[in-house]
């Protein structure tokens, strides 16, 4: 043992016991990991917000809950849009472990059941938006409200959500592809 006045080790400058830090890309990859799953995250509960309304008016209308002059029958793009959970799962499924094959298959499949139904329903309803701002004719209604320019403002949120959803999982999916490669290299 030494002491302040006693005996120290010979040839020692105590640089042999300095702290090591961590591999910087290792700690750049968790910084950028943690945030970008919760952006994630929460960009995958707007979605199922999104997701239930849609899924709601599909339901309402055809189990006749209430009549159709309340709710309307759903546009043909709303029910392609439904499969958009297979991103939502997937997507959910691949955080916790830092699964790349479930995250790729999220980025995928989001593009097929949740851009792609979005700018099949847009060409849809152009039409039916058209009349209605020209002439202020509207032939379909949601509790009162026109129902094309209800289901414009949920494909305004929701085209931004999927939008983010692909940046920020192409983004964690660099991240973790970084830290694969690292680990192979060892």
Do not use: C
Not at 114 to 123: C, E, R
Request: proline share 5%.
């Amino acid at each position: 043992m030494t002491s302040r006045g006693g005996f120290k080790a010979a040839g020692t400058n105590k640089s042999d016991f300095k702290p090591t830090r961590a591999r910087p890309s290792a700690h750049s990859h968790y910084q950028m990991s943690s945030p970008l799953k919760s952006e994630i995250r929460k960009l995958n509960f707007v979605h199922l917000a999104t997701w239930l309304l849609v899924a709601a008016q599909v339901a309402v209308s055809h189990l006749d809950l209430v009549s159709h002059a309340t709710v309307s029958m759903p546009f043909q793009w709303q029910y392609p849009y439904l499969l958009s959970m297979l991103p939502l799962a997937t997507s959910s499924i691949s955080l916790p472990k830092n699964n790349i094959s479930y995250l790729v298959i999220s980025m995928i499949s989001s593009g097929l059941f949740s851009v792609a139904p979005l700018i099949y329903g847009s060409m849809e309803m152009f039409p039916v938006a058209q009349l209605l701002y020209r002439h202020g004719k509207a032939y379909r209604f949601i509790f009162g409200y026109s129902a094309v320019t209800i289901m414009y403002l949920v494909m305004l949120v929701a085209v931004q959500v999927h939008a983010w959803q692909i940046y920020y999982s192409k983004r964690l999916l660099d991240s973790w592809f970084d830290d694969t490669q690292e680990k192979k290299k060892k």
